[in-house]
Structure formats: structure tokens, C-alpha cells
């Protein structure tokens, strides 16, 4: 039956939730049952593009991620694949009548990973747009269960919310996509040598006031899916307060994360805000 594959297929997308991020997949924990799974879908999908220009190498990338969005397009259409998470994936996109564009920007910004690219404002501001803004607009549209008004609405608030995350996200992962792969995201740098404290203190800046004005839109958001978004919100902001306390040589030389202890400190702190409505 294909209601059985369907099964499957939503727990091969809660498994690879679980096995690349835990903290992402405990604030998946915390939404309404009835969306959770579309979410994991989501995350699923992004994460195998995002491997297979991250991780794969020694493999014919530009091949691999072709063949990939075409299997996407192709799941879409027919509203089935045999890739498990292909599978799960088509199954919210049609649910929620995800718009297919927000699908091509996120391939689009893959491809750019796969040449080393000098960033101008325009490049990187088109890289997040299609790394991390609509990806939380897809999301975005699970959590407002396909209501078009409120997609709308809220829709602003989740691109800031999404920036904000990226560029924290291109911060703490330095010392590995500058390291390891040769990358650095930020415009008119060129090379590490080129991120100056003054550039940091900017990046800085900008995250901040995008992280004041999506909490406008965190508090507008139907309540099944609020405290999951706010324990995500609540942890990047804190590893923003850690990543402003190091400079481009610490960052450079290690992956800033928040431990264990602060996490479970910060969903406590988050879930009786929540509770008590003192969001």
C-alpha cells in the first residue's frame, strides 16, 4: 500500500533530522503532531543537497545535485518516489502547494557552492535568499497550514528570521567553510585575510536588527508551532552573544556551539515564557 511506503518515507526524513541535528530535530519535537513530519520532510530534502556539495567529495558533484533536483521535480509531479526522502518531501510540497519557485532559488544557491565564488552584495544576498530565507518560507507555509493570508502576513518576518540564522551559520562555521573548502560568504572579503574585526562587527549588527524585527514575527505565529520556532530563535541568538565575544582568529580556529547544559537551560527558560504567554 502506498499509505505504507508514505510511512516510511516520513520516518527516513525524521531520521535524518535526528542523525544531522538534534537541536533542530527537539525544536521539531515541540510543533503540533500534524506538521512535524512535513517539517522533517523539508529539512530532509535540504540537507541531502546540501551534503552533496559539503561532503561529497571525490564524487562527481555537479552530476549528483543535478540528478537530484531533477528526482525533486520529478517526485513533485508524480507525487511518488523510491527515494525515501524525495518521497516525503513531495508529499508537504503538494500538501501545502509549496510554490515551486522557492524550490528553484534553493537549488540555485546549491550550484553556487559547487565553483568558489568572490561574493558581491548582490551574490550573497541572492546565496541567502536561496540557502536560508526560503527554506524557512517553505516551513513557514507548513506552520500556517497552507493559509495563504497568513503566509503572507508573516512571510517578511520569516525571511529576516532566515537571513539572521545564515549569517550566524556563516560565523561559527569559519574555520571549516574557509578551511576545508576553500569558502567565505561574506561580500567584497575575497579572502579571510580580508574579514576584519570592523567587517565582523557589521555582519554583527545586521544580525541583530534582523533578529529584532522577526521576533514581530515569532509572536504572530499560531501556537502549535511558536515555542518550536522561539527554542530555535532562543538558541541562535545566544550563540550570536558567543560568536561577538570572539574574534576572526577564534572563530578560525574552532566551531562555537552552545553546550548541552545552556540548551536544556534555554528550552526550560523558553517553554515557561511560552506557558505563560510572555513571549
Same mark, same amino acid.
Given at each position: 500500500?502506498?499509505?505504507?511506503?508514505?510511512?516510511?518515507?516520513?520516518?527516513?526524513?525524521?531520521?535524518? $533530522?535526528?542523525? #544531522?541535528?538534534?537541536?533542530?530535530?527537539?525544536?521539531?519535537? $515541540?510543533?503540533?503532531? *500534524? @506538521?512535524?513530519?512535513?517539517?522533517?520532510?523539508?529539512?530532509?530534502?535540504?540537507?541531502?543537497?546540501?551534503?552533496?556539495?559539503?561532503?561529497? =567529495?571525490?564524487?562527481?558533484?555537479?552530476?549528483?545535485?543535478?540528478?537530484?533536483?531533477?528526482?525533486?521535480?520529478?517526485?513533485?509531479?508524480?507525487?511518488?518516489?523510491?527515494?525515501? +526522502?524525495?518521497?516525503?518531501?513531495?508529499?508537504?510540497?503538494?500538501?501545502?502547494?509549496?510554490?515551486?519557485?522557492? @524550490?528553484?532559488?534553493?537549488?540555485?544557491?546549491?550550484?553556487?557552492?559547487?565553483?568558489?565564488?568572490?561574493? $558581491?552584495?548582490?551574490?550573497?544576498?541572492?546565496?541567502?535568499?536561496?540557502?536560508?530565507?526560503? +527554506?524557512?518560507?517553505?516551513?513557514?507555509?507548513?506552520? +500556517?497550514?497552507?493559509?495563504?493570508?497568513?503566509?503572507?502576513?508573516? *512571510?517578511?518576518?520569516?525571511?529576516?528570521?532566515?537571513?539572521?540564522?545564515?549569517?550566524?551559520?556563516?560565523?561559527?562555521?569559519?574555520?571549516?567553510?574557509?578551511?576545508?573548502?576553500?569558502?567565505?560568504?561574506?561580500?567584497?572579503?575575497?579572502?579571510?585575510?580580508?574579514?576584519?574585526?570592523?567587517? /565582523?562587527?557589521?555582519?554583527?549588527?545586521?544580525?541583530?536588527?534582523?533578529?529584532?524585527?522577526?521576533?514581530?514575527?515569532?509572536?504572530?505565529?499560531?501556537?502549535?508551532?511558536?515555542?518550536?520556532? #522561539?527554542?530555535?530563535? $532562543?538558541?541562535?541568538?545566544?550563540?550570536?552573544?558567543?560568536? /561577538?565575544?570572539?574574534?576572526?582568529?577564534?572563530?578560525?580556529?574552532?566551531?562555537?556551539? @552552545?553546550?548541552? #547544559?545552556?540548551?536544556?537551560?534555554?528550552?526550560? /527558560?523558553?517553554?515557561?515564557? =511560552?506557558?505563560?504567554?510572555?513571549?
Amino acid at each position: 500500500m502506498k499509505s505504507l511506503f508514505d510511512e516510511l518515507s516520513r520516518g527516513a526524513s525524521v531520521s535524518v $533530522t535526528k542523525t #544531522y541535528s538534534t537541536s533542530f530535530y527537539k525544536s521539531v519535537s $515541540t510543533l503540533d503532531e *500534524k @506538521i512535524r513530519d512535513d517539517v522533517h520532510a523539508i529539512y530532509g530534502m535540504v540537507r541531502f543537497a546540501d551534503e552533496i556539495v559539503d561532503s561529497f =567529495h571525490g564524487y562527481e558533484k555537479k552530476e549528483l545535485l543535478a540528478e537530484f533536483k531533477a528526482d525533486t521535480y520529478k517526485a513533485i509531479d508524480r507525487g511518488i518516489s523510491l527515494n525515501a +526522502v524525495l518521497n516525503s518531501f513531495q508529499l508537504a510540497v503538494n500538501r501545502y502547494q509549496i510554490d515551486r519557485d522557492l @524550490i528553484e532559488k534553493f537549488f540555485r544557491s546549491m550550484e553556487m557552492d559547487l565553483n568558489p565564488i568572490e561574493y $558581491t552584495q548582490e551574490l550573497y544576498e541572492e546565496y541567502i535568499l536561496g540557502s536560508a530565507e526560503v +527554506v524557512g518560507l517553505m516551513c513557514l507555509k507548513i506552520f +500556517v497550514y497552507g493559509e495563504e493570508a497568513e503566509y503572507q502576513k508573516l *512571510k517578511p518576518y520569516a525571511m529576516k528570521l532566515g537571513s539572521a540564522f545564515q549569517k550566524i551559520n556563516f560565523l561559527r562555521d569559519l574555520k571549516d567553510d574557509w578551511g576545508a573548502l576553500g569558502r567565505i560568504y561574506f561580500p567584497n572579503v575575497g579572502d579571510i585575510e580580508g574579514l576584519t574585526l570592523e567587517n /565582523k562587527w557589521c555582519i554583527e549588527k545586521e544580525i541583530e536588527q534582523e533578529f529584532l524585527e522577526a521576533y514581530k514575527g515569532v509572536i504572530l505565529l499560531p501556537r502549535s508551532s511558536r515555542f518550536g520556532v #522561539y527554542v530555535a530563535y $532562543t538558541y541562535y541568538y545566544n550563540l550570536l552573544k558567543k560568536i /561577538k565575544a570572539k574574534t576572526v582568529q577564534d572563530l578560525m580556529s574552532q566551531r562555537i556551539r @552552545i553546550s548541552n #547544559y545552556s540548551k536544556y537551560y534555554l528550552y526550560v /527558560k523558553s517553554y515557561l515564557r =511560552h506557558s505563560f504567554n510572555a513571549l
